[in-house]
């Protein structure tokens, strides 16, 4: 009827405002950065080995995986439309000139200027109490905080290039040991090239004090990053660790391909929260970074557990499935996830649950929200290998539409071999509701402010189970993405 | 405070109201009665700019601000409450954040500061009481998992907290028992002042024992064909609906 047309496209304009919300890290820092020339070939991935003075069994490593990689193709089985992306097109190393700064007044002003800016103190004083960051810009380690406090406790926290040269007997131990470099081809991509990242080693029977989190900047244009994390909980450990990450606003699109090892030994425990916020594009899906990201944790040993939480506003395109391989017996293995998606953004995100040991657990909940003319899918596997008595999960998997432009997936795989495994999925599909939105209406609240508040509470689940501070930002974050949504 | 004139207003392409006229003073409860398709949930509809309605002539002035030229949110923000039929549930939003949502955003409208997080959950648990709903309020979500009887507590709960200068309740009798039904009206009582008036749109008389209104308003294939005091809510209950519908049906 003419009059319901009417009415829609005024709530679809009110929508359009709301989902429209600028991208406020989208500023790029002028400093004087390293960046060594495009393309990629034998002595590029020499060249980076090189920079970082590194021993002559990581630049095999390196080029193990490079020589693999080039025998690889993109994979395409992804609900995915990424344009071709010319490799030989980005560098591959981008460094801000003053390097490894040994204390806060070698760091560059202008680099302390970026992480206030962002929200991010390396001034220890003023830093989060309970919070120890390393931050990365490009592709090193700027500056990590409070790492003489955890050092009393055992606990090592650097940059995974430090971690190379000071622990090298670990690193060599645990590198790969999760994510094979020849996993993917992004997974490979990463261990021929990749830059910086954090490693943490929590030692036995050590609960650590403090969140451990880092900040994950791109500032440099038409570069790669590719940053490479590695936690290592030792028996009966516990630390939980926050990852977050913006970009500037660039009219080409910026590859991202990061790899993200977790080992978890007997009775520990590790929580591994991200707010992805890199630069998702502008309105009409121009730019963007693509966010290629292989995250997998291992229970190694019995009654270990790990825990994913992660919050996705950001980027053109996502591919992600942060996975847990449950080996230990009574291992569990957590995944929550909202994904948010709007204008011209694809995201191809969700999970797999590898039961191998037994009585092992698994729970996933992911919580979709696509705007704009975005195209949002969950993909995620389930698999019960055969040794894996009583394995047990449950997986629920809902999609808010915000209008009629936007897609939502579920694409749920089960591979069950063990006959006493018992598998639980739900999903369901909604659109955001009208008649919600007009009493909130009709009790004072706008229609944007309505929309943030429905979308947060529909969340709720998931940002429940961020630490205090990140789940503030991430409550922000969720209605600043979907300003001006609904339909 | 509220002049309705010669309203007339379509939903899905079909006219509902047909001309109504209504003139609400300060202080004053008018009770809108009438048969099933009559237009009253229409009238709480367009007072408080629904967008599946759509006003086709006639107007409305509220405290000489023209009422159909505001959005659904400013309405609501200039004093004008509505207790939902079926109020819908919003999961995951917890009372209080929903509350202080609104009750700011009514402060904010007339150019007042926030409210402090104290000084809400004191006015909360004072106002939670008058309706006798229960201490974990506070902490569930909007209408999530409330029964019928705690739905429409929960209605004149927000109505408390908000304090309006118009409450229209559309049906609120509906679906309660006789004891939510006391507390329902008791609420409403309460929080009547000579500064502000009522619109008690009902099927039934039943409400009425509690609620008195001062002019009994018989809406009638989307006009007021009738008004009197409130023995004409007894009359109605007394000979139904038919002799209206055969003196003024078509």
């Known amino acids: ?33 390293e960046v060594i020339p495009i393309g990629l070939n034998e002595e590029v991935v020499r060249l980076i080995s090189a920079k970082k003075e590194e021993p002559e069994w990581l630049l095999e490593f390196r080029l193990k995986a490079f020589r693999h990689w080039q025998t690889l193709k993109m994979p395409k089985w992804a609900h995915l439309n990424i344009p071709e992306i010319d490799y030989q097109a980005i560098s591959y190393y981008a460094a801000p000139r003053k390097n490894a700064p040994k204390s806060l007044d070698e760091v560059d002003p202008e680099l302390l200027k970026t992480f206030d800016k962002l929200g991010i103190p390396l001034e220890e004083q003023k830093a989060l109490s309970g919070m120890a960051v390393d931050a990365v810009m490009d592709s090193v380690s700027v500056k990590t905080t409070f790492r003489e406090t955890l050092a009393e406790k055992g606990i090592i926290f650097c940059s995974i290039s430090e971690a190379v040269k000071s622990y090298p007997d670990l690193v060599k131990q645990y590198l790969g040991s999760v994510v094979s470099y020849a996993d993917n081809f992004f997974a490979a991509l990463n261990c021929a090239v990749f830059s910086d990242g954090s490693f943490v080693y929590i030692p036995k029977g050590v609960r650590c004090p403090m969140e451990l989190s880092t900040y994950f900047r791109i500032n440099a244009g038409k570069t790669g990053q590719f940053e490479r994390t590695l936690i290592v909980a030792d028996d009966d450990s516990y630390v939980s660790y926050l990852e977050g990450c913006t970009a500037p606003q660039r009219d080409e699109n910026q590859l991202h391909a990061a ?97 191998i040991g037994k009585n092992t657990r698994s729970r996933i909940v992911s919580k979709g929200i696509s705007a704009g003319k975005s195209e949002n899918s969950y993909r995620g596997l389930v698999k019960v290998m055969p040794g894996a008595e009583n394995a047990r999960n449950f997986s629920q998997c809902d999609s808010l539409l915000l209008n009629d432009h936007c897609g939502a997936h579920t694409f749920p795989y089960m ?73 | 405070m509220l002049e309705i004139k010669d309203l007339h207003a379509t939903v ?54 023209d009422l159909l030229a505001m959005p659904p949110e400013d309405r609501a923000r200039a004093g004008v409450f509505m207790s939902f039929q079926y109020p819908v549930e919003i999961p995951g939003v917890s009372m209080v954040n929903f509350m202080r949502a609104a009750v700011n955003e009514h402060r904010k409208y007339r150019g007042e500061e926030p409210i402090s997080a104290s000084e809400f959950l004191k006015l909360m648990r004072a106002k939670k009481d008058l309706l006798q709903l229960d201490n974990k309020l506070a902490n569930r979500s909007v209408n999530e998992g409330f029964s019928g009887g705690e739905k429409k507590r929960n209605e004149i709960f927000q109505m408390a907290m908000l304090e309006p200068k118009l409450s229209i309740l559309d049906e609120t009798d509906s679906g309660l028992d006789i004891d939510a039904l006391r507390v329902v009206a008791n609420g409403v009582n309460t929080l009547k002042s000579k500064d502000n008036a009522s619109i008690v749109i009902t099927h039934y008389q039943r409400l009425l024992d509690y609620i008195v209104p001062d002019f009994v308003h018989v809406l009638y294939n989307g006009r007021i064909v009738k008004t009197g005091p409130k023995e004409l809510a007894l009359e109605l209950e007394e000979k139904g609906y038919d002799w209206i519908k055969q003196e003024f049906g078509e």
């Open chain 1, 1 to 33: 009827m003419a009059e319901d047309k009417i009415n829609n496209t005024k709530s679809d304009d009110i929508i359009a405002d709301v989902t429209s919300g600028d991208y406020k890290y989208g500023f790029t820092t002028d400093i004087e950065t």
């Open chain 1, 259 to 355: 790899i993200v090892e977790i080992v978890v030994m007997n009775n520990a425990e590790v929580k591994y929260s991200t707010v992805q916020n890199w630069y998702p594009g502008d309105k009409e899906g121009k730019g963007g970074i693509y966010n290629f990201v292989t995250k997998r944790a291992l229970c190694k040993g019995d009654n270990s557990k790990v825990s994913w939480t992660q919050v996705e506003t950001g980027s053109a395109i996502t591919w992600k499935y942060p996975s847990c391989v449950l080996k230990g017996d009574n291992s569990i293995g957590e995944f929550y996830s909202v994904a948010v998606t709007n204008n011209y953004q694809q995201a191809d995100t969700g999970t797999k649950m590898i039961h």
């Open chain 1, 415 to 487: 591979d069950i071999q063990n006959p006493t495994a018992v598998v639980e999925h739900e999903a369901t599909t909604s659109k955001i509701n009208e008649d919600q939105l007009f009493y909130c209406n009709q009790r004072g609240i706008s229609t944007e402010d309505a929309v943030g508040l429905i979308v947060n509470g529909y969340a709720r689940e998931v940002i429940n189970k961020l630490p205090m501070e990140f789940a503030v930002e991430a409550q922000k974050l969720l209605s600043v993405s979907l300003e001006g949504s609904v339909g």
């Open chain 2, 12 to 65: 899905a392409g079909k006219e509902i109201l047909k001309g109504l006229t209504l003139t609400v003073r300060p202080g004053e409860v008018h009770a809108i009665m009438g048969p099933n398709g009559a237009g009253k949930s229409t009238l709480s509809s367009v007072l408080t700019g629904h967008p599946a309605y759509t006003v086709t002539s006639g107007s409305i002035n509220f405290y000489g601000q």
